[in-house]
């Protein structure tokens, strides 16, 4: 059997409450947190009011929910990725693609009935439409992709990330020789009534801080273009891991058991020991069982904790998008030489035991981690070498 190949990251694309572009959300990043807007939902028997970040752009809280943002927006990211990664048109023909997504194009869905039911009430249905396919085929029609091998991921907030980590592998073994991965995630009722039910939404979003409430939610888009030859970034998707915890329908084993067997199976595999971590982007909802569930996971493999970072208070939690947002914004602050503090943490959890920067750290090349942790016990990790 041949010797697994490196997989290189080669191109990234953002857009998210941040800015459009991947310089752009960077640089505030870099200035600190930014402000959510309020966001209210009519036509429940209970008022459903929340903060959200919401991609920039102008788009105000009534424009959130039109129509046409899914096509016209969805497209961006992928193309600053593949711009980035020099990508030839001819070589774009066919590309693999890779999408990971909580709701994929249900904003689109709800949109065309509530049109439908404002027009001809006696005909509406409820989401005409809900699949796995429009985002690929939006992506290969806008980019000229031509038709090519597309998969699609639906495991919750690691759906993206489970994205990351399949292309990945696939590169590795010879399988493709590149892949464009795609994190999705729009502003639609469906899920932002049923986290308000759950009960899981605060009004600061504050990781392993005490006095943590709860999550923030967001949207976004991210995309990688991953390679089996080395590009400009000085960046290797090393591998990752993925396992199920049965323990609850929305969090991890607090005891944290399942997260420790994920980050020894990644370290395991990539043969490093637990010191030569250089930093973590940890999951970091800021929930109080899941900051609970993982902190004790960390824990029980690293003796000297490396240092932790989270990026939600900068963006929102973005649920099956994070693990491509959060990946570019975390790989382009490397890049910087930086490790971004944990906006609103200021006193550390007993309980936990883990304290997040609260100040810039040094980003030197070496071995990173990246936490995603979803609904129905879905764990992911991967690791990401910086190597200059």
């Not at 699949?131 to 085929?137: L, M, N, P, T, V």
């Not at 998969?151 to 990945?168: K, V």
């Not at 690293?302 to 240092?307: I, T, Y």
Request: hydrophobic fraction near 45%.
């Amino acid at each position: 059997m041949p010797e697994p190949r490196a997989v290189y990251v080669n191109g990234l694309g953002l857009s998210c409450a941040l800015g459009r572009g991947v310089d752009a959300c960077v640089r505030a990043m870099n200035d600190g947190p930014i402000r959510t807007i309020p966001l209210s939902l009519s036509g429940f028997n209970e008022p459903v009011r929340m903060p959200y970040y919401a991609m920039a752009g102008g788009d105000a809280d009534q424009s959130l929910f039109d129509a046409g943002r899914f096509a016209r927006l969805l497209p961006e990211a992928a193309a600053e990725a593949l711009e980035q990664a020099g990508l030839a048109s001819e070589a774009r023909r066919g590309l693999p693609l890779f999408v990971g997504s909580t709701s994929f194009e249900v904003s689109s869905a709800e949109a065309e009935y509530l049109d439908l039911l404002a027009r001809e009430p006696g005909s509406a249905f409820a989401l005409p439409y809900v699949g796995f396919q429009q985002a690929g085929e939006c992506l290969r029609e806008s980019l000229a992709l031509a038709v090519g091998r597309d998969f699609a991921f639906n495991t919750a907030c690691t759906a993206s990330a489970n994205a990351l980590l399949a292309a990945q592998r696939m590169i590795s073994l010879g399988v493709l020789d590149r892949a464009l991965v795609v994190g999705v995630e729009f502003a639609n009722r469906t899920t932002l009534a049923g986290f308000s039910g759950l009960q899981l939404l605060a009004d600061e979003l504050r990781p392993f801080d005490v006095m943590r409430q709860g999550i923030v939610l967001g949207e976004g888009l991210g995309a990688a273009l991953l390679s089996a030859r080395p590009g400009g970034l000085g960046l290797v998707l090393a591998g990752g891991a993925s396992n199920s915890d049965t323990f609850s329908v929305t969090s991890a084993n607090p005891d944290g058991s399942s997260i420790s067997a994920l980050l020894r199976a990644v370290l395991g595999q990539a043969g490093l020991a637990p010191d030569q971590v250089r930093g973590i982007k940890t999951h970091g909802t800021a929930s109080p069982q899941n900051d609970l569930g993982e902190a004790a996971g960390l824990r029980q493999v690293f003796g000297a904790m490396p240092p932790l970072t989270a990026l939600k208070p900068y963006l929102g939690h973005t649920l099956g998008a994070c693990g491509v947002i959060e990946m570019a914004l975390f790989a382009s602050a490397l890049g910087q030489g930086h490790l971004p503090p944990v906006p609103g943490f200021s006193r550390e959890d007993p309980a936990l035991g883990v304290r997040p920067l609260t100040a810039d750290a040094p980003a030197p090349p070496g071995h990173y981690l990246l936490n995603y942790f979803g609904f129905g016990g879905n764990n992911t990790a991967l690791l990401l070498e910086k190597t200059a």
